[in-house]
């Protein structure tokens, strides 16, 4: 039952990075609250992973990697269980 929670948390956070690469697109969203707590959420995955993954010219694959990674520990924490 707690993997499966977990495994939630994870998905959820998959899905919070794509959201988070998606407002990138919009730059005045930047001061929307809701934009604002989407950054405070998902920043203590993406700033790690940005210091450590090579943009590839002026786009970040950074935000792939968080939720191939995520993903991935989702689809493993379900497997176990």
């Not at 959420?41 to 940005?50: A, F, N, Q, V």
């Amino acid at each position: 039952m707690i993997l499966y929670f977990l495994a939630f948390l994870c998905q959820l956070m998959g899905y919070l990075i794509i959201a988070r690469s998606i407002t990138t697109w919009f730059p005045n969203s930047r001061n929307n609250p809701i934009v604002i707590i989407l950054y405070q959420i998902t920043d203590p995955i993406m700033k790690p992973l940005s210091k450590y993954v090579p943009k590839l010219g002026v786009i970040d694959i950074s935000p792939l990697i968080g939720v191939l990674i995520v993903f991935a520990l989702a689809r493993f924490l379900i497997s176990l269980s």
